[in-house]
């Protein structure tokens, strides 16, 4: 049984909206990195079973893929309460995957939205 949840359009919003934290691998079986980073995101997975580890396939996926502008991959995505709080391309080996759980575990999201709306406030002037 797999610990992580294939993503479509179809369920990515409700997943989204309906958990706090949500983490996405953004793959296609085509790519190298991507089938290396597999068992890792498999195994952190595992290890943070209060989480919710999702997969898109970009190639079964276009439209989520271009959602977010992914254009490489594997792309890594964290989601906390709506807002994408960490988005970078690359392979993570486990150690770096752990601690990069452990931050995003400790963000003050209340910190987050305020930083967030005084960018967005900064862009409007």
Not at 93 to 116: F, H, N, T, Y
Request: aromatic share 8%.
């Amino acid at each position: 049984m797999s610990s992580t949840v294939e993503l479509t359009k179809e369920n990515f919003d409700q997943l989204v909206s309906e958990n706090e934290f949500v983490l996405i691998d953004f793959w296609a079986s085509w790519c190298g990195p991507c089938r290396q980073f597999a068992p890792v995101y498999e195994k952190a997975a595992e290890e943070n079973p209060d989480l919710v580890f999702g997969k898109v396939d970009t190639e079964a996926q276009p439209e989520l893929a271009a959602a977010f502008g992914i254009s490489s991959i594997p792309t890594l995505m964290i989601v906390r309460d709506q807002v994408a709080v960490y988005a970078q391309p690359g392979a993570l080996p486990a150690p770096a995957l752990e601690d990069l759980i452990g931050q995003a575990r400790k963000l003050d999201m209340d910190e987050v939205r305020k930083s967030i709306a005084a960018q967005e406030g900064q862009t409007q002037q």
